[in-house]
């Protein structure tokens, strides 16, 4: 069973910076790419970033492109995405995900998502 555990979401002031973190367990994640997704309330799940297991590829959205860091530790099993300069439009529940295949199809794996809040 695939378990993605997210962490690090909170209240943040406009201009300040969050850390969220993907535990990832459950199986052999070492042909998976690490994506993170956030949903804002009225709005669809939309794309922030990916990493391959690797490390060795990234891919922004161009929202997030330049302010967010997506990175991954193989020996802790999990993905991080550093976020700085926070607007209030990143306010959103922020979801972690795995992609077994093509890294740009929808996800198979989700976590139960973080709420990250931006103080305008």
């Known amino acids: 069973q695939v378990l993605l555990v997210e962490s690090g979401g909170g209240l943040v002031q406009a201009g300040g910076s969050l850390r969220l973190s993907c535990a990832a367990s459950?199986?052999?994640?070492?042909?998976?790419?690490m994506g993170w997704f956030r949903q804002a309330p009225g709005k669809e799940r939309e794309f922030v970033a990916r990493?391959?297991?690797?490390?060795?590829?990234?891919y922004y959205a161009d929202s997030v492109k330049g302010r967010f860091t997506i990175s991954i530790s193989n020996t802790k099993n999990t993905a991080y995405l550093q976020m700085n300069s926070l607007k209030f439009e990143d306010t959103a529940v922020y979801y972690c995900a795995a992609m077994a295949g093509i890294p740009t199809a929808w996800p198979d794996y989700w976590g139960q998502g973080t709420q990250v809040t931006v103080s305008s």
């Open positions: 990493i391959t297991w690797s490390g060795r590829t990234t």
């Open positions: 459950g199986r052999t994640f070492s042909s998976y790419t």
